[in-house]
């Protein structure tokens, strides 16, 4: 029997301050991110106050990449006509602002965003960028899987519907049994992340920097790639496409990921 599926994702309003469990789970999984990136930081014997300061630089970037990237990839037709509001948390409409916050990030570009910020900080610090990523790429798995599970308390990105009984109905949508595709993506995350922290955990003396963050982008974006399958289509104009804009934004990462493991294996 299918799943119904609606809960308000709103926890609880004070005034004009409201906390949504995509925040909730949004703000946990970057804490979450950072504790084990922390924990494998001591590694290098240097202090974690400088991984502080690549912490904000990560969130910062994170939040303006996946804005940036989906303002760009999905609709940019109207946020070229209107670029203010690709960085502000309102929209204008009827000659008014209304306040929406950030509806509408995409992953891709929160994660090329984040991988200029490392190379940037890497520079600066004179650290090893690749031995920096492969940290940052196992928390930062573990945070897209928080991310996805908060998109499923929001009943967005859906997936397509199953033809059967056994899916999910997003009863705050319509009355279609659909595939879960959050949960789908969010598993995919964890997985991820468990398969980087054991590799990393195999400590070997002919394995180079970079090789988990190769390893990353191959299954990450190799199971970003099939799950789209699943996805209904996030914007009119990928109606039609035989890859949708997900998919295609996944490629370079793919094919980026095996250059790097050719090097670095």
């Known amino acids: 029997m299918p799943i119904e599926w609606g809960p308000n994702p709103l926890i609880f309003k004070i005034g004009s301050f409201a906390l949504r469990y995509y925040s909730l789970l949004f703000a946990g999984g970057l804490f979450l991110g950072y504790w084990v990136v922390a924990k494998l930081y ?8 400088e991984l502080d300061s690549l912490a904000v630089l990560i969130f910062v970037s994170t939040v303006i990449g996946a804005r940036l990237g989906h303002c760009l990839f999905y609709e940019p037709e109207y946020y070229l006509a209107h670029p203010l509001q690709m960085l502000l948390p309102f929209r204008q409409e009827n000659g008014s602002w209304t306040f929406t916050g950030y509806q509408g990030l995409a992953s891709h570009g929160g994660i090329f965003a984040v991988l200029l910020a490392i190379i940037y900080w890497c520079r600066k610090h004179k650290r090893d960028v690749f031995q920096i990523l492969d940290f940052i790429v196992i928390g930062g798995s573990l945070t897209g899987c928080f991310i996805r599970l908060g998109n499923f308390m929001n009943s967005e990105i859906l997936g397509k519907p199953t033809g ?4 999910v109905i997003f009863t705050k949508v319509d009355s279609i049994v659909r595939h879960p595709a959050q949960l789908y993506e969010a598993i995919a995350y964890f997985l991820t992340f468990a398969i980087l922290l054991f590799l990393y955990k195999q400590k ?3 394995r180079k920097h ?6 990353y982008l191959i299954i990450l974006f190799g199971a970003r790639f ?10 009119a ?6 890859l949708n804009m997900g998919q295609i934004l996944s490629i370079p990462f793919i094919v980026a990921g ?7 294996k």
């Not at 970079?210 to 390893?215: K, Q």
């Open 204 to 206: 070997t003396a002919t």
């Open 210 to 215: 970079g090789f988990i963050l190769a390893v």
């Open 226 to 235: 099939i799950i789209e399958y699943f996805k209904i289509e996030q914007v």
């Open 42 to 49: 001591k590694d290098t014997k240097r202090s974690l106050d």
């Open 164 to 167: 059967s009984d056994f899916g």
């Open 237 to 242: 104009f990928e109606q039609g496409m035989l």
């Open 258 to 264: 095996f250059i790097l493991l050719f090097l670095k």
